[in-house]
């Protein structure tokens, strides 16, 4: 009974006898039968058997009662109005692959089955946009793709259902084996064990780590922004004085913190407030997209989106300068490709621009700017960046992507505490750190240093996987006898160590974060471990401690009273569970005077020259002798450790529209020199680094450069049923000492081909399609700039020559007296995250369909994200170019589903009425009619239908080798991610978007049981309305007039796409105007070609639909 | 008695030469009733040559693979093909209209050429009319199992349901097709049946075997002969041909709807009625020229189905290829001149763009390849006329093709273009359709009457007096 950790569940006690240790009971518990069911044949007393019985009774009586102890407290429902089938939602926060996520979890009679952000919680709460006070129901949080799939991890039929035991130097199994389950005589090695032995070998260890105090004990760790995970780490070193803590950051960010220490703010976490910003200038910061902060910025930054100024409304500017596409860069006003190697350079010469206070009146030049060559054209943009900065001091960002060196996150505190940005627009919290004065040392260190430690645990994921090449973990591991890991999978680094036990996914276990902004939220369990015996990781560190307290709730209170200074009240606690935060917790803003002159540097062991940026000359073109490698997290896998959760690994990549896979992302100049082809391998090599991928062309790449994201190539044994054997592994190119960016980079273009699953057409298009793309592109995402807009605010209606109104051949739906469903995606806003496409798959229970289906084209989303290119068209015909070469390509997005046309195409070829048009306008999909003669996908001038080709809901990963891993009960655990109210769909049958029909109904029945009777704006919410972190997706009843969707729809940027077909859509778009500035704007921007502009068409077509 | 027709060399007879005031025999050799009788009914009661086993051997192992194909597609999903987003119709399709095209000759030899009292069709009305309802079975398995969910194809059809009270949707073309495809195929089967009486009555009466005396006994309805039978049969013949001559035109047209309704660029043309009809008949010959040749020799028949016959064949094909050649001028014509931004890159992407191989296949086949019949050589050589018909059917295999799936491949959103690339399954289920297709016209040769000996009589007198009228022109031959 000693070994309270492992044993903690014994102190419920199962009957009054058990408590009070009656010799009744001892002998209970010791016989498989009571005595007097032994005794029955002699007879049994009448008050035995009462006894027996009541006994037993009392035993299933209680056997409930630790659920009882661990309450949730309800968001929204009360418990006790708690209605069966009716959903309930829950706040609750975590970490998830390097962000924080404060969610409000969907739960289903207690599954949870949908993540959503918590609108509530003060990091989103004050970023609301201004008109959406008024009406609370609009507000929602919106989410980043990987929170909206973190629910699928949760169902992972990977995750190991036990304490995984490995002897050491015997042969790793192929998979776990069951301990019952014994044919090969290896097996007792490699096997499941039960807790009792892992908690006896737990106990052995600690006498030893009690005895030399920790001495030999190394564990490996994540920064985390957890409280109670530095808290406990910090008990670890105050429990054993001797043990080693080794950092470890699969995705280094450090220099961000290193610098704010360096600059004198001490422990802080930056945040920008993209609400009073002006002006933000983002140097290879992926703000929007891959930034950690992703969320929470995309809302500030389309809430000043609206072209129209009228009080809080406004247009900011956002600058960009990068080397990949980022999702940042196609929502960027003025986006420049540039080497990632060069940004020192670019910083250090917006910096002297700024002190030489260069302020350039913003008119147009006689030049156009893209027709500026080399150095006048860097020129031209530094001193467009710095004037404007410099005349919106106080209300400016720049930002610098977090992989870039000290020097560079230096630089830009800089230069934001010279514009006097700080405090204002860029906010540094302080941000508690319970670590404090423990030392810990780097993972190349612990590596070189192996020798000294007897017993290891790992707690980040899969380092050996995310390691660089040269780091040799694997063999320190190996070299250590006694090494627990705690994981979700038998994976890579699981291979290694002695025993893996098994983690806990968040929405299983109590857990805190610490918001961006300091403020304590708490992390409560949705659902009891499925897979019984994980442990989270303050949990496990509690148990491999011997503390007192082991159970995630104590020590997550426990850390709370210590941030609050005092014991955290029961009621304060249960309010906190309930909103998902600690009210009144929060970091202090710094507002002291940075040291920023250059000279002096404080804080902790750091000692550099950081401000010798390199100066030179910016080379915009392509330079052999100069090939950069940039390596960046996965925006589908993050570092690797999503790599098992199948709607991430098909999720298109935003701007390659990738799946599946990691490439060598390059600009069509570069593969043109190189003689690199689209779908070849290349070798990219840096002294004995090297590594073959194929190669993606897109353009608008930086030249000379190549993106690679890390967190492909798991092993096929290894990467579980989802990730195995896809993409290339990146650890024979990284080394330990760069972080991201390789200079100095080979790249030999092989001939071998490589069969890359994207759902777009990738860029090896030709000639013909290349052009015919450019053409249509302009039509169907409309654009314009802000002072185009300001000339013409109706410019939109104007891109498409329109005739004469079209008649209808069909009688059209009658639809005047119902609701009239529709929707509006402001372009604007959509910074194409991609969180809408997840939370569809969520919410509709799309299937994934495998990397060969998706070469096939066979993917199942109901949303997608569009993706053209739209280029200098007159610029490229008088250089003589061709559409293989694009100049000054952007990369304009366009989110797409099923838009709901009253004259629907797909409705009236379906020879069975499978798919009919329901009263209030929606484009209704009748399953079970259904008989797959795929008609209507043909018709859909959009393509936005779906056919299920093969079951992929049950099987999938077709011609591919690995369909048949799922095991019948792994399908099940995964089934239990399905959304109750939506069909699922089987073989053989469309499906397509039904505007979240079921959430339409639910809120018209909810609006007569509950309201008035009437559905308000608000009420309902499309799954990628509520996703969407900067609203741009608005859904609502048109024939309400006050509703924000008919208010959209009536915008003068208000457009259908492909109108032209007098199909009607309901979807209707708001064309994207940008910000850019006059002497940035290229030719094609200052004179748009648009059919009725300028020439006399204006006086036939101008006054469209007016006359015929 | 057998000898009596193949003992001279047809090849030094031309009837193909027009010579004014003169008409050219339909038929050579010295035929009488008897000859005629006799070589027709030697193909079913000789015993088949090798080359009929060796033939029918593969074809039916090939039609068995098909059978079984279908049940694994049934089994596992049409996923097994490479259809896909936005290619949702590929060759299942392809094959569909490609073997409804074909099925379009028997029925105008037999029911246009016989109201416009063309006797030379007489010789070859009955194969083709064979032809016909093999291809039309051939096209009809495609649409039933290419749908996602063939078990429950039959809600196409109008039948009242017991637990859904519902009809099928009216508006599509494609229960269009339905009915049309479905029409076409009961008309032209009772049109071929009905036909054949006569003949098969003439079987009937030679049958050495009981068995064979039974089956053709029951197959011939009792026909005697009389009188009274012929002139019913002649009134019902007349009838049957004229409600099939705008069958002929009707269901390719409707076929065409399945494309031209909807609003695919590249579908959405007017043209594609006339077009589609021009291009069966055209197909349609080119098979019944690829069937005919090998099938006279083989059987011997040289003398019934003679050069002149062909010859004629072979003129329709060069003025539907044409025809073809002008609709494919035409739709580059109004993609031009409509301006409709969409139509005019899909045939310009057609053409040019990643499927120029098909589209120029499509263009050698259709356009190029039949010119060659201008010249009489070719026009009259067996061994040409069976190549050119067979470039034909491929280049209007093509022709579907680069229809169906070129349009597919772009449309509107050029964020959802594809590649579309076949999988085996595509292939060896096209394939196998040919298994049936060649199984059943070998079963047809081994046991019904390939040629229409009744009407082949029919025009004997003619013939017989043309040539006698003329002596001297045809002296040498008696």
């Known amino acids: ?1108 | 008695m057998a000898t009596i027709a193949s003992n001279f060399n047809p090849r030094e007879i031309d009837n193909t030469d027009d010579i004014p005031g003169r008409r050219a025999p339909l038929i050579t050799g010295d035929q009488s009733y008897n000859s005629i009788t006799e070589m027709v009914c030697r193909v079913a009661e000789n015993p088949q040559p090798m080359v009929w086993y060796i033939a029918f051997g593969f074809s039916s192992l090939t039609a068995v693979m098909f059978l079984s194909l279908i049940g694994f597609l049934i089994l596992k999903g049409v996923g097994i093909w490479g259809n896909m987003n936005p290619v949702f119709w590929a060759w299942p399709i392809v094959n569909f209209v490609f073997w409804v095209g074909i099925a379009h000759a028997g029925t105008l030899i037999s029911a246009i050429l016989f109201l416009f009292r063309q006797n030379w069709r007489t010789s070859i009305n009955r194969a083709s009319e064979a032809m016909t309802i093999f291809a039309v079975v051939c096209a009809g398995i495609y649409p039933g199992i290419h749908v996602g969910r063939a078990w429950l194809a039959f809600w196409l059809l109008p039948y009242p349901s017991l637990n859904l009270w519902m009809w099928p949707q009216f508006r599509s073309p494609l229960l269009w097709d339905v009915f049309a495809v479905g029409t076409y195929a009961s008309v032209s089967l009772v049109f071929w049946y009905m036909g054949m009486i006569p003949d098969l009555a003439t079987y009937r009466d030679r049958s050495k075997s009981p068995l064979r005396r039974m089956i053709y006994g029951i197959l011939c309805l009792g026909w005697t002969g009389s009188s009274r039978h012929w002139m019913r049969y002649e009134k019902a013949y007349t009838l049957l041909a004229a409600f099939a001559a705008p069958l002929v035109l009707s269901v390719h047209t409707v076929v065409s709807f399945d494309f031209a309704v909807s609003q695919v660029a590249g579908w959405h043309t007017t043209i594609f009625p006339p077009y589609f009809v021009a291009g069966a008949i055209f197909s349609g010959f080119a098979m019944v020229v690829t069937l005919l040749v090998p099938f006279r020799t083989l059987y011997k028949l040289e003398n019934l189905i003679t050069l002149r016959h062909l010859d004629n064949m072979n003129k329709i094909i060069l003025a539907t290829g044409s025809l073809v050649g002008l609709a494919y001028a035409t739709e580059f014509f109004m993609a031009w001149y409509s301006q409709n931004p969409y139509e005019y890159f899909t045939f310009f992407n057609r053409a040019f763009g990643p499927y120029w191989w098909a589209y120029w296949t499509m263009v050698t086949c259709n356009v190029i390849s039949p010119q060659l019949f201008w010249f009489r050589k070719l026009r009259t050589s067996p061994y040409a006329m069976f190549v050119i018909s067979i470039f034909v059917n491929i280049g209007m295999w093509f022709e579907r093709f680069v229809i169906t799936i070129t349009s597919l491949s772009r449309d509107f959103l050029p964020s959802s273009w594809g590649y579309f690339r076949p999988t085996m399954f595509d292939g060896l289920m096209f394939f196998g359709s040919f298994g049936i297709f060649i199984s059943l016209f070998l079963l047809f040769c081994r046991f019904l009457p390939t040629i229409a000996m009744s009407e082949v009589k029919g025009i004997l007198s003619i013939t017989n007096h043309a040539a006698h009228g003329h002596d001297g022109a045809h002296g040498n031959e008696h």
């Open chain 1, 1 to 1108: 009974m000693s070994q309270s950790g492992i044993d903690h569940q014994k102190r419920y006690f199962r009957s009054l006898d058990e408590l009070q240790q009656t010799p009744e009971f001892e002998q209970f518990l010791s016989r498989e039968f009571p005595q007097a069911a032994s005794e029955f044949p002699e007879g049994v007393s009448r008050r035995r058997w009462l006894q027996v019985m009541g006994a037993s009774l009392a035993l299933g009586g209680v056997a409930g009662c630790r659920y009882n102890r661990e309450e949730i407290a309800s968001f929204v429902v009360r418990p006790e109005g708690r209605v069966e089938g009716v959903t309930q939602q829950f706040a609750t926060n975590f970490e998830w692959a390097g962000r924080v996520v404060h969610a409000l979890v969907t739960s289903r009679e207690g599954r949870p089955s949908k993540v959503d952000g918590n609108a509530d919680h003060p990091a989103y709460a004050e970023s609301q946009p201004s008109d959406y006070a008024e009406n609370k129901k609009m507000r929602s949080a919106g989410a980043d793709a990987f929170t909206q799939a973190s629910i699928l991890s949760l169902y992972d039929q990977d995750r190991i259902p036990g304490v995984l035991n490995r002897v050491a130097g015997s042969k790793a199994p192929e998979r776990y084996v069951k301990a019952d389950k014994k044919a090969d005589p290896d097996d007792h090695k490699n096997s499941l064990k039960s807790w009792e032995v892992f908690g006896e070998y737990v106990a052995n260890q600690r006498v030893k780590f009690v005895a030399s105090e920790g001495d030999g004990l190394a564990i490996i760790y994540e920064p985390s922004r957890s409280p109670s995970v530095r808290r406990m780490l910090a008990e670890v070193v105050k429990n054993y004085p001797k043990a080693t803590l080794v950092r470890y950051e699969s995705v280094f960010s450090g220099n961000v913190g290193k610098a704010i220490d360096a600059a004198g703010a001490g422990k802080a976490s930056m945040v920008f407030d993209l609400d009073q910003a002006k002006v933000i200038v983002s140097l290879d910061a992926d703000l929007l997209g891959a930034d950690s902060n992703a969320v929470h910025y995309a809302r500030q930054f389309a809430n000043h989106r609206s072209p129209v100024e009228a009080g809080d409304s406004r247009m900011n500017r956002l600058y960009c300068v990068e080397s990949q596409y980022s999702v940042t860069g196609s929502a960027a006003d003025f986006r420049l490709a540039m080497q990632s190697s060069q940004v020192p350079v670019l910083i250090r010469k917006i910096e002297e621009a700024i002190d030489a206070g260069v302020i350039v009146a913003d008119k147009q030049e006689e030049v156009p700017y893209n027709k500026l060559e080399g150095a006048d054209r860097v020129k031209r943009i530094v001193e467009c960046i710095a004037s404007d900065l410099l005349t919106n001091k106080g209300a400016s960002v720049l930002a610098v992507g977090s992989h870039h060196a000290l020097a560079v996150q230096l630089a830009a505190i800089r230069i934001n505490a010279k514009l006097g940005n700080i405090g204002k627009t860029v906010n540094l919290y302080e941000v508690s750190d319970e670590m404090a004065g423990v030392p810990s040392i780097k993972l190349d260190d612990f590596v070189k240093r192996a020798k000294e430690f007897k017993s290891l645990w790992i707690l980040p994921p899969n380092p050996v996987f995310t390691i660089s090449g040269d780091v040799k973990l694997a063999d320190a591991i190996k070299s250590i006898g006694d090494v627990v890991y705690l994981s979700n999978y038998d994976d890579e680094t699981a291979e290694y160590c002695t025993w893996t036990v098994p983690a806990t996914h968040p929405l299983e276990a109590w857990g805190d974060v610490q918001a961006a902004d300091g403020v304590l939220s708490i992390g409560q369990p949705m659902i009891s471990p499925l897979l019984v015996g994980s442990k989270s990781v303050i949990e496990f560190l509690a148990i491999m401690l011997n503390l007192p307290e082991v159970d995630g709730q104590k020590i997550v209170m426990e850390t709370a009273s210590q941030v609050l200074g005092g014991a955290i009240s029961e009621r304060v606690w249960k309010e906190s569970l309930h909103i998902g935060f600690v009210a009144g917790t929060g970091g202090k803003k710094f507002s002291g005077e940075l040291k920023t002159d250059g000279k002096s540097i404080s804080g902790g062991n750091i000692s550099i020259s950081p401000y010798a940026l390199p100066d030179g000359e910016i080379q915009l073109g392509f330079d052999a002798n100069n090939l950069e490698v940039v390596l960046r997290p996965s925006d589908s896998v993050y570092d690797g450790r999503l790599g098992n959760n199948g709607w991430l690994q098909e999720l298109p990549q935003p701007i390659t529209k990738l799946t599946w896979d990691n490439a060598a992302v390059c600009s069509i100049g570069t593969a043109n020199l190189l003689k690199l082809k689209q779908g070849e391998l290349v070798a990219l090599r840096m002294g004995d680094s090297k590594v073959q991928l194929p190669v993606f062309v897109i353009p608008g790449h930086a030249e000379g450069s190549f993106t690679v994201n890390l967190g492909y190539g798991r092993s096929k044994a290894k990467g579980g049923v989802v990730a195995g054997a896809v993409g290339t592994n990146l650890a024979s190119f990284r080394r330990w000492n760069q972080a991201a960016i390789y200079t100095g980079v080979e790249a030999i273009g092989t001939s071998v081909p490589y069969r890359l699953a994207t759902t777009q057409d990738h860029f090896a298009l030709d000639e013909m399609g290349m052009s015919e793309q450019a053409k249509r592109s302009p039509q169907l995402i409309r654009e314009g700039t802000l002072d185009e807009y300001k000339k013409d605010a109706g410019f939109t209606g104007r891109t498409v020559e329109k005739h004469f109104e079209n008649e209808s051949l069909w009688q059209e739906p009658k639809v005047d007296t119902n609701h009239k469903w529709g929707m509006t995606i402001d372009l604007n806003k959509c910074t194409g995250c991609n969180a809408c496409v997840v939370a569809c798959q969520a919410e509709n229970n799309v299937p994934i369909v495998g990397k060969e289906q998706v070469i096939r084209g066979r993917e199942m989303h109901w949303l997608r994200i569009d993706r053209y290119f739209q280029c200098d068209q007159v610029a490229m015909s008088e250089a003589h170019l061709t559409f293989k070469d694009p100049i000054d390509a952007k990369i304009v997005t366009q989110p797409m589903a099923c838009a709901h046309c009253e004259t629907a195409p797909c409705e009236e070829v379906c020879p069975v009425a499978a798919t009919v048009h329901t009263e209030e306008g929606i484009n209704a999909m009748a399953y079970n009619r259904c008989i797959g003669t795929r008609y209507c996908g043909n018709n859909c001038p959009y393509k936005v239908r779906r056919f299920n080709y093969f079951n992929y809901n049950t099987e999938y990963g077709y011609f591919y080798g690995w369909q048949d891993n799922r095991e019948q009960a792994s399908q099940k655990l995964q089934s239990l991610v399905l959304n109750p109210e939506v069909t699922v769909r089987g073989r053989g049958v469309m499906e397509k978007c039904t505007y979240c029909i079921q959430r339409v109904q639910n809120g018209k029945i909810q609006s007569r049981t509950k309201g008035d009777g009437k559905v308000h704006d608000g009420d309902i919410r499309s799954a990628c309305q509520e996703a969407c972190p900067s609203h741009a997706i608005v859904f609502g009843d048109l024939n309400d007039k006050t509703s924000r969707v008919y208010q959209s729809q009536n915008d003068s940027r208000a457009y259908a796409v492909l109108e032209e077909l007098n199909i009607k859509p309901r979807t209707l778009y708001l064309s994207r105007i940008r910000n850019v500035p006059k002497r940035l704007e290229t030719a094609i921007q200052t004179t748009p070609i648009r059919p009725g502009h300028g020439d006399d068409h204006s006086h036939e077509s101008g006054d469209h639909g007016h006359h015929s």
